[in-house]
Every structure is written in structure tokens, then in C-alpha cells.
């Protein structure tokens, strides 16, 4: 485990060179949801309107006036935002898309890269074929 010190030259080191990656405070901010599959939010108060500021990412669809479904379409982020009958946001929470790594392989033959998905028997993610690593 590394030195608080050592934890901290690094924070301010990636301050330094102007870093766009989030924080741990940040990405616990994120409302997360995996890859083409939904996920059910609560809400306190009945929801009027519904905007995703990008579909491509994720869609949310309502379900009843108190039950949103929050759909990952595509990797990336992106913000949904939840008005009331008046126009009042309810909520403008940033949301993290994201695939599903609890039963995957990553396959690398020199510049060619394979995610596989073996839940039970292993097959080649579609989104992720002929993809050559940065």
C-alpha cells in the first residue's frame, strides 16, 4: 500500500499537468449503469419530464409518475435530468455508462484487442471487434 506522501505527490502532480480524470469524490457522484442493461430509480416526488443530454449514451424511460428506467446504451457519460409538473428540476444527476466486467476477458495478440463476456460459455462482445488498443 503506498505512503500517504506518496499518495499525495501524486494527486498534486496530476494537478499539475491538468489531469481530466475524475476524482473519488467525483466518480462517487455518478449515477452508474452497465451497458444495454436498465436500471430502476426511485424518486420521492412524481417526475413530469425526463432529459437525457445524450440519447446515444443512455435513455431513460418512465415507468410511472415515481419510477424511472435508466438504460445504458453506449460507453460514456452524460446528464439526466428529472422536472417537476412546474418546471423545478427534481434532480440533474451525471451518469457513468459503462460495461458489465464481472465476467469478462481481455484477449491481446499484439495490436489486436478482444473483450469476452463468459456468462456461461465465452463469446466476443460485438461492440468490441477489430478494436486496436490506444
Known amino acids: 500500500m503506498p ?20 476524482s473519488f469524490a467525483e466518480e462517487e457522484d455518478l449515477l452508474r449503469v452497465f451497458m444495454n442493461q436498465a436500471r430502476v430509480l426511485r424518486l420521492d416526488r412524481p417526475v413530469s419530464k425526463v432529459i437525457v443530454g445524450n440519447a446515444n449514451v443512455a435513455d ?21 435530468v428529472l422536472l417537476d409538473s412546474e ?3 427534481i434532480a440533474d444527476e451525471r451518469v457513468l455508462v459503462s460495461i458489465d466486467e ?3 476477458v481481455r484477449v ?6 478482444a473483450i469476452l463476456s463468459c456468462t456461461p460459455n465465452c463469446e466476443q462482445h460485438a461492440e468490441f471487434s477489430n478494436i486496436t488498443p490506444p
Open 3 to 22: 505512503s500517504i506522501a506518496t499518495v499525495r505527490f501524486c494527486i498534486a502532480l496530476a494537478a499539475l499537468a491538468g489531469s481530466t480524470m475524475p
Open 60 to 80: 431513460a424511460t418512465v415507468a410511472d409518475p415515481t419510477t424511472i428506467v435508466l438504460t445504458g446504451r453506449s460507453f460514456g457519460t452524460t446528464n439526466l
Open 108 to 113: 491481446f495478440r499484439q495490436t489486436d484487442r
Open 87 to 89: 418546471g423545478n428540476a
Open 102 to 104: 464481472g465476467n469478462t
